[in-house]
């Protein structure tokens, strides 16, 4: 079963069954795209300059760690764009949804869209940002 897929930049489609191998070959400035819900144990990693594109689907992490985490290097500067995903951590303890170690940018697609929602809303705020709440319901 396919979890995500790839654009490269000759237009072909890669699809993969795993997250993991998605991003493992995942070139700098391209994007992966979940096509389903992904469940793991296993922290997500993110080592290079790329988007990742949840596509609505929710990433659920089981494990005791961080659910995405990027690589503790100050050298790595990595400019990382996550959208459209929902982090759920409430299955288990998660120390953290996102870990974010390096000296680039990370984006947060949607904190851009609520501002131009209160923008185009003719709502005048001075909140910085949109809330960022996590979900600290546990399910039974």
Do not use: W
Not at 38 to 51: F, G, H, L
């Amino acid at each position: 079963v396919m979890v995500a897929v790839i654009r490269y930049a000759d237009g072909n489609y890669y699809s993969f069954t795993t997250l993991a191998d998605a991003l493992k070959f995942a070139k700098a400035g391209e994007t992966v795209t979940l096509l389903r819900d992904v469940t793991t144990s296993e922290t997500i990693k993110i080592e290079k300059a790329i988007t990742m594109d949840g596509n609505g689907k929710t990433l659920t992490y089981t494990g005791s760690d961080r659910a995405i985490e990027m690589p503790n290097n100050a050298e790595a500067k990595l400019n990382v764009t996550l959208k459209n995903l929902t982090v759920d951590c409430t299955a288990s303890y998660c120390q953290r949804g996102i870990n974010y170690n390096t000296t680039g940018k990370l984006t947060l697609a949607h904190i851009g869209a609520f501002a131009k929602e209160i923008e185009d809303a003719g709502i005048e705020t001075d909140a910085v940002s949109p809330k960022l709440l996590p979900n600290y319901t546990r399910r039974v």
